[in-house]
């Protein structure tokens, strides 16, 4: 459901981009689309710009942020970056890779940006929306998902709109999202979240291995996380009584992420299927087993954290 207020949806393109820039830059948040889901952002060096992201998802502030930049420049001067970092950043940015790093010294990031830690998440988008944004602000952009915390994320303008209503005075619309889960966070040498560039992906790199830490280092790491309303029910192969069944390959059911088993499709369809069947007459949602391959353990580790209550 619309919230009473609804936020003001610019076609993307450079009229909507200056209006959005200029928001940004008068310390205001507008929602982005990036490559992997629609974002919320702001002036990474505006604490009042980014405690306005908090408040408006209602996100715990120990939850760090992801900070987009334009090039590998710019992310050096927010940034250290070791070899490792820079062999990444060679391969796979512009596009939906995160590196967690040493913040730099003097960088200029509000704290609330890092959750007070010394390291920063850092990336560099592909999406031209997002792309023309950061050139047209001239500032470095911190945004989570655009979406109420632990909610679905948003990979539509409608998502957006829906969850955070007025909260977020300004949408750039330009369509659906093209990955659909968020990006792949690497520290160091691990894993720290899954996404499109799959481990495999990265290990043609580096030897990377999948990991994580005891304490929220970066985003995208709370055990409930990309939720929707209803109970949802994992690995279903049949839709049981009361059941919305978002099918994969074989399994059919009221909506599927794949009826070929493209897990690349899946990906980009996932918080969309979710978003419409929290929507759904079903009391539940199920779905269907999708395989623990390539981008497929970034939908599963979603999937996960979404189940997890």
């Known amino acids: ?26 310390g205001g948040i507008v929602a982005v689309p990036t490559e992997t889901v629609y974002g919320l952002a702001a002036d990474a060096r505006d604490s009042a710009a980014v405690a306005r992201i908090y408040a408006a998802k209602g996100r715990p502030s120990f939850n760090p942020l ?18 490792d970092a820079h062999a990444l950043a060679a391969r796979f940015w512009p596009g939906p ?30 999406h031209r929306a997002m792309r023309a944004l950061l050139a047209e602000s001239a500032a470095p952009l911190a945004a989570p998902s655009a979406n109420a915390s632990n909610g679905i ?9 829906a969850s955070l209503g007025a909260r977020v005075p300004l949408i750039l619309d330009d369509g659906a999202t093209a990955a659909g889960v968020e990006s792949t966070i690497v520290a160091g040498r691990t894993i720290l979240r899954p996404g499109p560039v799959t481990a495999e992906m990265l290990r043609d790199v580096l030897p990377v291995a999948a990991g994580g830490t005891a304490h929220v280092s970066a985003p995208g790491q709370l055990p409930t996380h990309y939720a929707p309303r209803k109970p949802l029910r994992l690995e279903a192969v049949a839709r049981e009584a009361g059941e919305w069944l978002i099918g994969f390959g074989t399994v059919e059911g009221d909506d599927t992420l794949s009826a070929t088993g493209d897990l690349d499709e899946a990906a980009a369809r996932l918080f969309d299927a979710l978003h419409r069947a929290d929507a759904s007459a ?28």
């Open 97 to 126: 890779l995160t590196l967690v790093l040493p913040v730099r010294a003097g960088a200029g990031i509000a704290s609330l940006v890092t959750a007070g830690l010394e390291t920063i998440a850092i990336r560099v988008p592909a």
């Open 282 to 309: 079903g009391a539940r949602i199920a779905v269907a087993p999708v395989p623990e391959a390539g981008v497929g353990v970034a939908i599963n580790d979603r999937l996960r954290r979404a189940a997890h209550r």
């Open 153 to 161: 994320s948003p990979t539509r303008a409608g998502h957006v709109a």
């Open 66 to 83: 992801i900070v987009h930049v334009l090039d590998l420049a710019a992310a050096a001067r927010i940034a250290v970056l070791d070899a």
């Open 1 to 26: 459901m619309m919230n009473a207020q609804s936020p003001v949806i610019r076609r993307y393109g450079m009229a909507a981009v200056q209006e959005a820039a200029g928001v940004i830059r008068a």
